[in-house]
């Protein structure tokens, strides 16, 4: 089944930081690529981050809202280069969704396999308003 992205603005969904795949010049922070979804089984959301661990990637649930953070390393530089291209970002990234009411945060789980991180996040029972870590596990 093909999928057609029909925009790339969200309406259900703020955003607290830049745009995905921009940096934000006054923290030095660079903003990874979001898709945020509903699924079958709730909200997913998924993010592109590419030659990370996952123990290097921190998820903090506000309420909410969710804050994803951490740092890409650069390992596959030579010590002295003079780039003719550079697309890639790396150094610390953070993206901040606030999500629509009706999902709970506090049941999330995430999944981090082949450069990419997974969310999922089922419908609320009832609301979650503290503060958590979600555990990130390493995918296959």
């Given at each position: 089944?093909?999928?057609?992205?029909?925009?790339?603005?969200?309406?259900?969904?703020?955003?607290?930081?830049?745009?995905?795949g921009?940096s934000?010049?006054?923290?030095?922070?660079?903003?990874?690529?979001?898709?945020?979804?509903?699924?079958?089984?709730?909200?997913?959301?998924?993010?592109?981050?590419?030659?990370?661990?996952?123990?290097?990637?921190?998820?903090?649930?506000?309420?909410?809202?969710?804050?994803?953070?951490?740092?890409?390393?650069?390992?596959?530089?030579?010590?002295?280069?003079?780039?003719?291209?550079?697309?890639?970002?790396?150094?610390?990234?953070?993206?901040?969704?606030?999500?629509?009411?009706?999902?709970?945060?506090?049941?999330?789980?995430?999944?981090?396999?082949?450069?990419?991180?997974?969310?999922?996040?089922p419908?609320?029972?009832?609301?979650?308003?503290?503060?958590?870590?979600?555990?990130?596990?390493?995918?296959?």
């Open positions: 089944m093909a999928v057609t992205k029909v925009s790339s603005t969200i309406h259900f969904v703020s955003r607290n930081s830049a745009m995905g921009a934000d010049t006054a923290t030095g922070r660079w903003t990874p690529h979001t898709d945020v979804y509903v699924g079958d089984t709730g909200l997913v959301i998924k993010v592109e981050l590419a030659g990370m661990k996952s123990d290097s990637l921190e998820i903090i649930v506000e309420g909410q809202r969710l804050r994803i953070t951490g740092v890409r390393p650069d390992c596959c530089r030579a010590a002295h280069c003079s780039f003719l291209v550079m697309e890639i970002s790396y150094g610390p990234f953070e993206t901040v969704l606030d999500l629509p009411a009706g999902y709970d945060l506090g049941r999330a789980k995430a999944l981090y396999v082949n450069g990419f991180l997974r969310i999922d996040v419908p609320a029972h009832h609301p979650h308003n503290k503060t958590t870590k979600v555990p990130i596990s390493e995918g296959a």
